[in-house]
């Protein structure tokens, strides 16, 4: 856990939470309900500076979210080359999975010759439900066919 700056209780705080929760992404309430957890108030505003302040680092990652939904961070490990592939964000669970793969450069080709556009891939996500969540969904149906 690397801090730049000025490194106060909450700023560690926020940093943990962060890192313990790097598979997937967390909106500011996530924080806030976190900390209030932990017996640390601090004010939203607070959370929102020291996200952006983190995001500028390359620390997080912002996913700007759908109109009249919260932003949604994620904390990045260095070397994750995040601006070299897409992400992938489970509908149901929150998890993000990083599209690191050869098949990335051929989609990105593709578009960039074929349809004139550049990806962005350091904010841009898939959404749809990751194996996990499709393997308890299956489970389920197993377990009680007639509630489906």
């Given at each position: 856990?690397?801090?730049?700056?000025?490194?106060?209780?909450?700023?560690?705080?926020?940093?943990?939470?962060?890192?313990?929760n790097r598979d997937r992404t967390v909106t500011a309430a996530d924080i806030d309900e976190y900390l209030t957890?932990?017996?640390?108030?601090?004010?939203?505003?607070?959370?929102?500076?020291?996200?952006?302040?983190?995001?500028?680092?390359?620390?997080?990652?912002?996913?700007?979210?759908?109109?009249?939904?919260?932003?949604?961070?994620?904390?990045?490990?260095?070397?994750?080359?995040?601006?070299?592939?897409?992400?992938?964000?489970?509908?149901?669970?929150?998890?993000?999975?990083?599209?690191?793969?050869?098949?990335?450069?051929?989609?990105?080709?593709?578009?960039?010759?074929?349809?004139?556009?550049?990806?962005?891939?350091?904010?841009?996500?898939?959404?749809?439900?990751?194996?996990?969540?499709?393997?308890?969904?299956?489970?389920?149906?197993?377990?009680?066919?007639?509630?489906?």
């Amino acid at each position: 856990m690397k801090e730049t700056g000025y490194a106060t209780a909450s700023r560690r705080k926020i940093l943990k939470f962060l890192e313990s929760n790097r598979d997937r992404t967390v909106t500011a309430a996530d924080i806030d309900e976190y900390l209030t957890a932990q017996n640390s108030q601090v004010n939203v505003t607070t959370i929102y500076r020291y996200l952006d302040k983190l995001t500028k680092e390359g620390t997080v990652i912002k996913y700007v979210a759908q109109k009249g939904s919260q932003a949604a961070y994620q904390y990045v490990e260095r070397g994750h080359h995040c601006d070299e592939h897409l992400h992938c964000k489970c509908v149901r669970c929150g998890r993000i999975i990083h599209l690191e793969c050869a098949f990335m450069d051929e989609i990105s080709e593709h578009i960039r010759k074929d349809h004139g556009f550049a990806l962005q891939c350091r904010n841009s996500i898939l959404y749809g439900v990751c194996r996990e969540c499709q393997e308890a969904e299956a489970g389920r149906r197993k377990a009680d066919p007639d509630a489906y």
